[in-house]
């Protein structure tokens, strides 16, 4: 997995982006920002919330690509589902097949990151 600029994401997941940054300027024009007197307080809620807001879409952006990579991964080991089980130590509840074919983890980053660098190990 590979960690990308600012651009590079923008450039990758341009929907993405663009939903994250609507939401947020709809979320602004209700909340009524504008109304605020003082234009420094004003200035860093603008500011907080726009690092906010791309946080979320950078956090969304790295499991996206952790979720592609531990399924180009898990695809290369060729195995049954059941044997699947076994070699990464899941349950059923962690993970499955969806329609499209890929396998979908429900398990941390972090023990998505490990499982990962196993994977990699095993089609080495």
Not at 37 to 63: K, P, T
Not at 110 to 118: E, H, N, P, W
């Amino acid at each position: 997995m590979k960690h990308y600029s600012f651009i590079t994401k923008i450039k990758q997941y341009p929907k993405k982006f663009l939903l994250a940054f609507g939401a947020s300027i709809a979320y602004l024009m209700v909340y009524r920002v504008w109304e605020i007197d003082d234009w420094r307080l004003f200035l860093l809620m603008l500011v907080l919330y726009f690092a906010f807001i791309w946080v979320i879409f950078s956090r969304s952006v790295d499991d996206d690509e952790l979720t592609e990579a531990l399924d180009a991964e898990t695809k290369k080991l060729d195995v049954p589902i059941e044997r699947l089980y076994q070699i990464t130590g899941r349950n059923r509840y962690e993970v499955y097949v969806n329609e499209k074919g890929q396998y979908i983890y429900w398990i941390s980053d972090d023990k998505k990151k490990a499982l990962l660098k196993r994977l990699k190990e095993l089609n080495q």
